[in-house]
């Protein structure tokens, strides 16, 4: 079975562009999270899915981050416009359920640069 | 501040025990958590325990919870090599995980 799998594994960009980054869950997994690691700190929640629906989106640090789960399949996060400290890795991570005892699978993330 | 802490850095010699801690401070977390991530790949799930649990082994590792100080630790016993990465510890309360700045670990042969 495969794993969570994350597109691009990195992405440079300048400031001021747009970058969209996206993430296939492990099939059959309705709960999709998004999470963020800047410069070496702790990894912060972003928002969560259930199928398509945003259950949680407490985390989006701010209106140029759009994250969509169309179909309740693949997520995309996009970024626009990029500023600099947006540089950081990008982790999705899937689940069956939401409980605390499921487990959360998580992808390789993205490593976003902003020059 | 950061909700949950752990120190940055911890080098051990092969065949030794680590010990990596964690300082948490919502004390209506549920579940806490231990993930390893090794370079170039996702956090992998170590080992979890249920708030109120105290203690927790799986071969290897040992898991203690001091819910009155909200401490955590993780003792990896006879570490290895393959041992190396970094270590996030996680906490679950309601909705959303919250983890700390992970623990780089570094075994020395």
């Known amino acids: 079975e495969a794993g969570v799998t994350q597109f691009p594994s990195h992405s440079v960009i300048e400031k001021g562009q747009t970058v969209t980054l996206r993430c296939d869950p492990i099939s059959g997994h309705d709960n999709l999270y998004w999470y963020r690691r800047v410069m070496g700190k702790e990894i912060k929640f972003l928002l969560h899915?259930?199928?398509?629906?945003?259950?949680?989106e407490s985390g989006m640090p701010n209106n140029r981050f759009l994250a969509e789960r169309t179909g309740g399949t693949y997520s995309t996060l996009k970024v626009q416009p990029a500023e600099l400290e947006d540089s950081g890795v990008y982790f999705c991570?899937?689940?069956?359920?939401?409980?605390?005892?499921?487990?959360?699978?998580f992808g390789p993330g993205t490593r976003l640069t902003v020059t | 501040g950061e909700d949950v802490e752990q120190s940055l850095f911890l080098s051990v010699r092969e065949g030794d025990s680590s010990v990596i801690n964690c300082t948490y401070t919502d004390s209506s977390s549920t579940y806490l958590y231990w993930y390893k991530q090794e370079p170039g790949a996702g956090l992998q799930l170590l080992t979890y325990?249920?708030?109120?649990?105290d203690m927790k082994q799986d071969q290897r590792l040992t898991v203690l919870l001091n819910k009155k100080d909200k401490h955590l630790s993780l003792r990896i016993a006879d570490t290895q090599t393959g041992d190396s990465a970094i270590y996030f510890c996680a906490e679950r309360g309601n909705n959303d995980m919250r983890f700390g700045a992970g623990t780089r670990l570094t075994v020395k042969p």
């Open positions: 325990i249920f708030s109120n649990m």
């Open positions: 899915f259930v199928k398509e629906s945003k259950q949680d």
């Open positions: 991570a899937s689940s069956q359920a939401s409980s605390g005892r499921s487990e959360q699978y």
